[in-house]
């Protein structure tokens, strides 16, 4: 699956956008790598679908430890827990990321809808989706990390 940098850029950039945006936090981007394989999940990961003239699937993947400093940071409230809240602010932390990266698309042309995010949450969990090969961007603050991965092609 050869994803163009023109549909790559717009998710990295909403997602440093939103992270700094709503955290209060300076985010940077580490270097990307293409994976092959299940996706392993140690505290939590939201995971969004995209339709139209880009498809495929945007997901969050934060460890137990990053995501509650991260909901913490955006609360204002200390979080200790993968609690229904932290859970909401998670979903909907991808939810505005990949409606963000949508909206630019569609400012490129490329018209694209999401659905509603879905939660994985565990530790030691893997999700498989099959051969499916995907864009891992690594994002750092100072609250921790966090990696977008990306899985599309243009429609």
Not at 99 to 113: F, H
């Amino acid at each position: 699956m050869g994803m163009r940098a023109e549909v790559v850029a717009p998710f990295v950039a909403a997602a440093v956008e939103v992270l700094s945006a709503e955290a209060g936090v300076e985010v940077h981007r580490g270097k990307l790598w293409l994976e092959t394989g299940g996706i392993r999940v140690n505290g939590i990961a939201a995971l969004i679908s995209l339709v139209g003239r880009v498809e495929g699937l945007v997901m969050l993947n934060l460890d137990t430890r990053s995501c509650l400093a991260l909901v913490s940071a955006m609360i204002g409230e200390e979080q200790q827990r993968l609690n229904e809240l932290v859970q909401s602010a998670v979903a909907e932390l991808c939810n505005v990321i990949a409606g963000k990266a949508a909206t630019k698309l569609s400012r490129l042309g490329m018209e694209t809808n999401i659905t509603v995010p879905s939660l994985i949450i565990g530790n030691d969990v893997t999700i498989s989706i099959l051969r499916l090969s995907r864009l891992v961007i690594p994002l750092q603050a100072q609250l921790g990390k966090l990696e977008l991965h990306l899985a599309l092609k243009e429609g």
